[in-house]
């Protein structure tokens, strides 16, 4: 998302209680936040209320707020308007009765003829009709990350800020709004992939209100609807239609590449075996391939030595340490197992996100591979940012020489739920003077 007129100085004046400042921040914030709880309650008038009431939380709220940048001031900003705006339908509750105060009729009026035909008109009429139709059915959070992504311009990142949820949440939330609102267009005539692109244009365009010009509001791009196809399939497999068919897919995957790398060898060389020496768990090895474990969804704050980033290192190869890691594609988009390690020397560490909160099950729950020296200190945090060490890590050993921990959280308190992961180096031994981290993963409640 662009701020270009919004900048910090302008936040410090106004937290500072400048007059003037105030009056910028007010006029400048007032019109995107009417537009966007315009898209989510189709009422202008209701919207007018709750924007009102949005800023004068804004205007006690300001010198309290600890932001830093623009970026956590509009985050926090759509999550105030859209709490006002929950609170209002819970209040409400079932009996609440859309009464719109202008139908997309009386948007179309405000919008030049450029010369269309009779027939364009109608067209455009039919379109109206079917997105508002359309918008209206989907779910509110649905209709939520759509206004956020697609009107709003917010990244998944600055989503996750204004929804108090991680990017990979954002991003399958998105996907299966996405899905919904086409399937609605689709029942209702719209069965073609770019007419949902239009329809999306044109509902920005009609519930633009003030904040802008129609043209400007309808300049939807179209990377905006893109998602990846890694957030696609984990978006229909985690839906309960979902869930049997991807772990037959994933059980064939899984037998496919097993089968290959028995005969074959990539660049990395060929599949490590595990061999269970110096066991305390002899079942250590299969839960890291249980489908209850999962790798991270996102990786959080990195906390390093001053002065330096983190360092990478591949065991295929044999050379000097690397700056800059892909950390996404080492911890979560790994395709099958390889080499590479990220170096974690005493006391520098990264901070783990799971889709879902790590429950405790039979064994250890977190489990780590790498190499090099003692294990690193493991810690979980829960939404308080509660901090509970884990102690006493099962371990094993494979052919490839790493060392695989395994963590129980049979030693938390009850009820405790472990939404972080901490992983913390402990020494500065080996050829990269830290413990080499290779992968982890961790026992994820399965939500039904």
């Not at 027939?119 to 959070?141: C, G, Q, R, V």
């Not at 086409?182 to 007419?195: D, E, F, T």
Request: one cysteine or more; aromatic letters at 8%; charged letters at 20%.
């Amino acid at each position: 998302m662009e701020y270009k007129i919004i900048d910090i100085a302008l936040l410090k004046k106004a937290r500072q209680g400048h007059e003037e400042s105030l009056s910028i921040l007010s006029e400048l914030t007032r019109r995107d936040v009417l537009a966007y709880l315009n898209r989510l309650t189709l009422d202008m008038n209701l919207a007018e209320d709750l924007c009102q009431e949005t800023m004068l939380q804004m205007l006690k709220s300001l010198p309290q707020l600890r932001i830093t940048t623009v970026t956590s001031f509009w985050a926090w900003l759509y999550k105030t308007a859209f709490s006002r705006l929950s609170r209002q339908f819970r209040d409400q509750g079932k009996t609440r009765i859309h009464k719109r105060t202008f139908s997309g009729d009386d948007f179309m009026k405000q919008m030049p003829a450029n010369g269309k035909s009779v027939f364009d008109d109608l067209i455009h009429k039919e379109l109206t009709t079917a997105i508002y139709e359309a918008m209206d059915s989907i779910k509110l959070k649905y209709r939520n990350i759509l206004a956020l992504r697609c009107f709003q311009n917010l990244s998944y990142n600055e989503i996750a800020l204004a929804t108090g949820g991680s990017e990979l949440q954002a991003r399958l939330l998105f996907f299966r709004a996405k899905r919904s609102l086409r399937h609605k267009l689709a029942s209702r005539g719209y069965k073609k992939k770019g007419q949902l692109l239009s329809a999306l244009s044109l509902f920005a365009a009609l519930t633009a209100g003030s904040s802008r010009s129609a043209s400007a509001a309808a300049s939807i791009n179209a990377a905006a609807l893109n998602v990846s196809a890694g957030t696609a399939a984990l978006g229909i497999a985690t839906t309960k239609t979902g869930v049997i068919s991807a772990i037959v897919i994933a059980a064939c995957i899984t037998t496919v590449v097993v089968n290959r790398d028995a005969f074959t060898s990539g660049e990395n060389g060929p599949m490590p075996v595990y061999r269970r020496l110096k066991n305390e768990d002899p079942n250590l090895l299969d839960l890291m391939q249980s489908p209850e474990f999962w790798r991270p969804s996102s990786i959080g704050k990195s906390f390093i030595v001053a002065g330096n980033g983190l360092l990478w290192t591949d065991r295929a190869y044999k050379g000097p340490s690397l700056p800059d890691p892909n950390l996404e594609d080492l911890f979560i988009d790994r395709a099958k197992p390889d080499k590479r390690a990220v170096i974690i020397p005493s006391g520098c560490g990264m901070i783990f996100h799971n889709l879902n909160p790590v429950v405790d099950g039979p064994g250890p729950d977190i489990i780590i591979a790498g190499w090099v020296g003692p294990p690193p200190a493991v810690d979980v945090f829960d939404s308080q940012d509660q901090i509970m060490p884990l102690t006493n890590p099962k371990q094993l050993s494979d052919t490839w020489g790493r060392n695989i921990y395994g963590y129980d959280l049979a030693e938390l308190p009850k009820g405790f739920l472990a939404n972080y992961i901490r992983v913390t180096g402990t020494h500065d031994q080996g050829p990269h003077h830290g413990f080499e981290l290779n992968d982890i993963r961790a026992r994820q409640q399965q939500k039904k």
